[in-house]
C-alpha cells in the first residue's frame, strides 16, 4: 500500500517560505512545525531565492549557519532516538 503524496497550495508553500526568510528561523523547525518534510521546504526556500536572484550575502556565514543548524538536529534526533529506547523499554516491562 503506498502512501498518496500531500499537495500543497502555492499560498502555504509561500507562507512557508516566508517564515524561513523572514525569521530567520531554520528550515528544520519551521517545517517540523507546519508538518512539512525538511528537504521538502529547503527545496522551496532555495527556488525561491533563485527565482528572486538572491544569493547568501557571506557564504562563510552561510556554512556556519548550516553547520549550526545541522548540529542542532542531530543532538535532536540523537534525543529522540533515546526517548525512543527508553518508551520502549518501558512498554516491554
Known amino acids: 500500500m503506498s502512501e498518496s503524496r500531500r499537495k500543497f497550495d502555492p499560498e502555504f508553500r509561500e507562507g512557508a517560505v516566508r517564515l524561513v526568510l523572514d525569521t530567520g528561523r531554520p528550515v528544520a523547525e519551521v517545517a517540523r512545525e507546519l508538518g512539512v518534510n525538511a528537504g521538502t521546504l529547503g527545496n522551496w526556500?532555495?527556488?525561491d531565492r533563485e527565482q528572486r536572484g538572491v544569493t547568501p550575502a557571506d557564504p562563510a556565514a552561510e556554512v556556519q549557519r548550516l553547520q549550526a543548524e545541522l548540529a542542532a538536529v542531530r543532538m535532536e534526533r540523537d534525543l529522540l532516538k533515546r526517548s525512543?529506547?527508553?518508551?520502549v523499554k518501558e512498554a516491554t516491562k
Open 45 to 47: 526556500v532555495a527556488k
Open 84 to 87: 525512543v529506547v527508553l518508551w
